[in-house]
């Protein structure tokens, strides 16, 4: 019998079950985190050996022969562009090697962007009002860039195989103050969405007011999967074919890291966009920098030399992430029988579960987890603004504690929404 059949006596009854199942939990001062996706000191330890790849009397020549102690090389040494074009399914050539955060090359291009203009055109500062479409429920950091250059976000509903995409093209079309859209297209933050053939083909080809219009294409998951099936494996197009093929080469600009691939606040990021963006790009770069740390870049490229190396290395990071993520899978249906309106994603592969609460109570779980010992990101954060409409998205980061925390985590969890469904069955009959 689920929750909206129980009599008014039952459901509050079972409320006070529910309020000493959290007091227990309560008691014993848990200091648990499911808030952000970062990598367990165990997936960090798979990259130690990189740290002592340089021995003494080692060499620090590129194959190209630059000395990677030294200055220069702005667009990173090759064989980390070749690298990194891995994960960006570019080619080595359309690649700029950067520091460690992928985010600090969006914030710098939207910048440069809003600064300067797009190969000549009119910089964004000078509009009056410049708009950016979110898919949602999306990544929190991306929205906090554009509005922090004052943009509009503008939120658009994810399906299941990407950004409704009849309200892109209505937008887009119709609006020349939208110069871009945010996108996760492998393994969604949060959502584990992976993008249809035919979403990024509509992407590639879109029609837009603004002939200066940008696609952020971050690919932070790409290779990021918790399976070793191909068949379990998601496949994305890519976006720069589908650009080229439309006639609008330069419209995109890709952007990944080895953040959560090595190590995570020592990683490598890349950018990787058509010749003409590419050239542009240096020529601005150039003026605020001589050049990343090329040695990290020979490191990551010592240790991770090719595409079959890079697969080999996830494989193991699936080992570690999978029975996280089955956990999740396994505590969620179990623990939540009963309860209405829930549902959850199931990814096959990156970093999130998203978790869709029955609508209105949202917010009254991540308060009744933080208050039983439970970090969560808190509710909202997937919308532009922490702005979520229907109370309902919260984002569960499984990666970061050990199994045998991340299940106390997850029963800390189920009880909380337990507990906030059941509020809000009984604040209704209240009020109705």
């Known amino acids: 019998m689920g929750y909206a059949d129980l009599s008014t006596p039952d459901l509050t009854a079972l409320k006070v079950d529910l309020e000493d199942e959290l007091s227990q939990h309560k008691a014993h001062n848990l200091a648990l985190n499911m808030a952000r996706g970062k990598p367990s000191s165990e997936q960090l330890d798979l990259s130690e050996g990189m740290l002592t790849l340089f021995k003494p009397g080692e060499t620090f020549l590129s194959e190209e022969g630059t000395d990677c102690r030294n200055y220069g090389g702005l667009e990173g040494i090759m064989e980390a562009r070749r690298l990194m074009a891995v ?26 962007f809003y600064d300067f ?39 658009i509903p994810m399906n299941e195989d990407g950004p409704d995409m009849d309200e892109v093209e209505r937008l887009a079309a119709s609006d020349a103050s ?9 393994y969604s933050n949060p959502g584990g969405v992976t993008y249809s053939d035919e979403v990024v083909r509509r992407l590639g080809y879109l029609r837009c007011a603004a002939h200066d219009f940008r696609i952020f294409w971050d690919n932070a998951y790409s290779v990021h999967h918790l399976y070793d099936e191909p068949e379990r494996q998601d496949q994305l197009l890519d976006i720069a074919d589908m650009c080229k093929a439309s006639g609008n080469p330069n419209r995109y600009v890709k952007f990944s890291s080895m953040s959560k691939v090595t190590i995570a606040g020592a ?55 999978r029975p996280k993520f089955e956990l999740v899978e396994q505590k969620l249906a179990e623990g939540l029988r009963g309860v209405g309106g829930c549902s959850w994603s199931r990814p096959n592969g990156g970093y999130f579960v998203l978790f869709n609460a029955p609508k209105g109570t949202a917010k009254r779980i991540v308060q009744l987890a933080h208050q039983t010992g439970v970090v969560l990101t808190e509710a909202g954060a997937t919308w532009p603004g922490g702005n979520d409409p229907y109370d309902s998205d919260i984002r569960i980061a499984p990666s970061l504690p050990p199994i045998e925390e991340l299940e106390v985590a997850l029963d800390v969890f189920c009880g909380c929404v337990k507990m906030a469904y059941a509020e809000s069955l009984l604040i209704d009959r209240l009020t109705h």
């Open 87 to 112: 994960l960006l399914d570019d080619e080595p050539e359309n690649v700029i090697v950067c520091g460690n955060s992928s985010l600090t090359l969006m914030y710098n291009a939207i910048g440069r």
């Open 117 to 155: 203009g797009a190969r000549g055109s009119t910089p964004w500062h000078r509009y009056d009002k410049v708009k950016w479409l979110c898919p949602v429920p999306g990544y929190d950091r991306h929205f906090l860039i554009t509005e922090s250059f004052g943009f509009e976000n503008i939120p």
């Open 178 to 186: 939208i110069k871009g859209i945010w996108c996760v297209p492998k």
């Open 267 to 321: 990683g490598i990021a890349a950018m990787a966009s058509s010749p003409d963006n590419i050239a542009e790009i240096k020529e601005r770069m150039g003026i605020a920098t001589i050049g990343g740390d090329k040695i990290n870049q020979l490191r990551h490229a010592r240790f991770l030399k090719d595409a079959d190396a890079v697969a080999a290395h996830m494989s193991k990071h699936a080992a570690i992430l």
